[in-house]
């Protein structure tokens, strides 16, 4: 059995996961929206601080749960590209010192096939190839086709903001608070008359 240390540093949460195969051990994540609130978003310097004093006590977190030791683990992951530089590095510094450190193989995700190869630790059924995946995140949206590990097509993406994005400004625009999604799914839980507006039927 493969067993993979996983460091996710693209933005402004700090994840570690120990994943075995399909299967995840342990999954550890803080989230920073109460650090970044105040300013109505992501502070890139910020949010990399956040990672440098999480990221320690997350990876032993994840060890405890998980139950297993270096000695058991095969190789180290952290998130290379996209995301914020600052964020990034924290990451990519922090996973490549422990696979020194420990003599482990360093392995390199790009964040957006991360989330595509996600689908496949939910246990369910094994994906076959060839799928469609609807990747929506705070910062990308995009339709991909998966033809394979590695051997994506891209079908689709917005034009300027992701959905995630979006819900941001406009939350920020109606004074709801950061993060916008959650703030706008509480006002429109709240009432409201869905017959104010005529939508198009079909």
């Known amino acids: 059995m493969t067993i993979v240390l996983a460091l996710e540093t693209s933005c402004d949460e700090t994840a570690v996961a120990l994943v075995a195969g399909h299967r995840v051990l342990a999954s550890q994540v803080a989230s920073q929206v109460a650090s970044h609130a105040p300013y109505g978003g992501v502070v890139p310097e910020l949010a990399a601080r956040r990672h440098v004093e999480l990221l320690p006590h997350l990876v032993e977190q994840a060890f405890a749960e998980a139950g297993v030791t270096w000695s058991q683990v095969n190789a180290v992951a952290a ?68 033809d394979g590990p590695g051997a994506y097509g891209l079908c689709g993406a917005t034009v300027d903001d992701a959905a995630g994005e979006a819900f941001d400004k406009v939350a920020r625009l109606l004074g709801l608070g950061y993060p916008g999604g959650p703030a706008i799914e509480a006002v429109a839980s709240g009432g409201g008359n869905p017959q104010r507006f005529a939508f198009p039927q079909g």
Not at 119 to 130: D, F, I, S, Y
Request: hydrophobic content about 45%; aromatic content about 2%.
């Open 79 to 146: 998130t290379a590209t996209p995301g914020l530089v600052g964020a990034l590095l924290v990451g990519l510094t922090t996973g490549k010192t422990m696979a020194l450190l420990h003599g482990k193989p360093f392995l390199a995700v790009h964040h957006l096939e991360g989330h595509l190869c996600s689908a496949e630790l939910t246990g369910g059924p094994p994906l076959k190839p060839p799928f469609l995946v609807l990747l929506v995140s705070g910062g990308h949206t995009q339709l991909v086709r998966v």
